[in-house]
C-alpha cells in the first residue's frame, strides 16, 4: 500500500526512486508529478459534490433550470462529504511520455476511509519502469497528500472559487446536459478554465473539461483535460480521466486514468444527520 510521505509494504518498494538517478532527471520528474497534481483535487472535490438531495423533489424526463442544476450540484458538496465513509476501487494509469516513447501502465486498489486516509495496493505493471518510478508513483504520492492535507475546498467546483456562466443544453453518451463556461476567481495551481456538464434532469456532474490556470511547475508549460462521472448508488464518482500535458523538457506526455468497480460506504443516516448540526 502506499502513503505518504513513504513507500512501503513488499513489491511498492519497486517504487522508491533510484537514488543514482541524475538530479537533473530528478527535478524533471518532480515536474512531470505536477501534471496530475490540479486534476487530483479536481476529482477529489467533484467526487465530493454529487450525492442526490432529497430536499430536491425532481419529476421524471423533467428539465431543471440551468440556476437550480448548478444550486443542487454545489449544494450536494457538503452532503456527500458528510455521508461517505469509505470507498473502495479499482484503477488503470496509463501514462506516455510521447518525445521519448516512454510508456507505462499501472492497475492498483484503491482505498479510502474518511476523512484523509488513502491507500494504494498495486496489483499489475507492465512498460517502461522510469515511467512507473518517476512519474506514475508520484501522481499517487500527490493524490495521497492532498487527501491526507484536506486541500480540496481550495480547489472545488464552487461560487467561492469559480463564476458560473451559462452556455446552453447539449449531449453526452445520450444524456442532455447543461453547459456552464466556468472561471476561476483567483490564477492558482488546481483551478481551471473550463466547462462542466450538469444533467438536466438531476443536476448531476457528468464531465469536466478545461486547461489548468497554473501548473504549479516551472517543467510544466499547460494542461488540458477531460473528466468524466458516473453514478454509483448513492454517489457520483469519476470514471475516466484524459489529460494531455506540455513539459519543457519532455514535450508531450498523455495520461489516462480509468476507475471502475466502486465499493461506497455510506454513513448511516443517523450518523450522518448528527454531523449536520
Not at 533510484?18 to 518532480?30: F, G, P, Q, T, V
Not at 444533467?199 to 469536466?208: D, S, Y
Request: aromatic share 10%.
Amino acid at each position: 500500500m502506499l502513503s505518504s510521505p513513504g513507500v512501503s509494504h513488499g513489491s511498492y518498494s519497486e517504487a522508491v526512486m533510484s537514488r543514482d538517478k541524475s538530479m537533473s532527471c530528478l527535478n524533471l520528474a518532480a515536474g512531470a508529478a505536477e501534471i496530475l497534481l490540479a486534476l487530483l483535487t479536481v476529482f477529489l472535490a467533484a467526487s465530493l459534490a454529487s450525492s442526490p438531495d432529497p430536499s430536491v423533489s425532481l419529476v421524471s424526463e423533467a428539465i431543471i433550470a440551468p440556476d437550480l442544476a448548478l444550486q443542487t450540484f454545489e449544494s450536494q458538496a457538503a452532503r456527500q462529504l458528510s455521508e461517505l465513509a469509505a470507498c473502495s476501487a479499482s484503477t488503470l494509469i496509463e501514462a506516455t511520455l510521447s518525445d521519448t516513447s516512454q510508456w507505462g501502465k499501472y492497475e492498483l486498489r484503491r482505498d479510502y476511509v474518511a476523512p484523509k486516509t488513502l491507500r494504494f495496493t498495486p496489483v499489475h505493471f507492465e512498460g517502461d519502469r522510469f515511467v512507473k518510478n518517476n512519474f506514475i508513483t508520484r501522481l499517487l504520492r500527490v493524490e495521497v497528500e492532498q487527501v491526507e492535507n484536506e486541500r480540496s475546498s481550495q480547489t472545488a467546483l464552487n461560487a467561492r472559487n469559480y463564476k458560473f456562466n451559462y452556455k446552453g443544453i447539449t449531449e453526452i453518451d445520450g444524456r442532455r446536459v447543461h453547459i456552464f463556461q466556468v472561471k476561476p476567481r483567483q490564477k492558482r495551481p488546481g483551478l481551471f478554465n473550463g466547462r462542466i456538464f450538469l444533467e438536466v434532469e438531476t443536476g448531476h456532474i457528468r464531465r469536466a473539461q478545461g486547461r489548468l490556470v497554473k501548473s504549479g511547475s516551472f517543467f510544466v508549460k499547460r494542461i488540458d483535460f477531460v473528466q468524466d462521472y458516473d453514478d454509483f448508488g448513492a454517489f457520483i464518482f469519476p470514471v475516466h480521466l484524459h489529460s494531455v500535458a506540455q513539459l519543457r523538457l519532455f514535450g508531450r506526455a498523455v495520461v489516462d486514468v480509468w476507475y471502475r468497480d466502486y465499493e461506497p460506504v455510506a454513513i448511516p443516516a443517523t450518523v450522518a444527520a448528527s454531523n449536520d448540526h
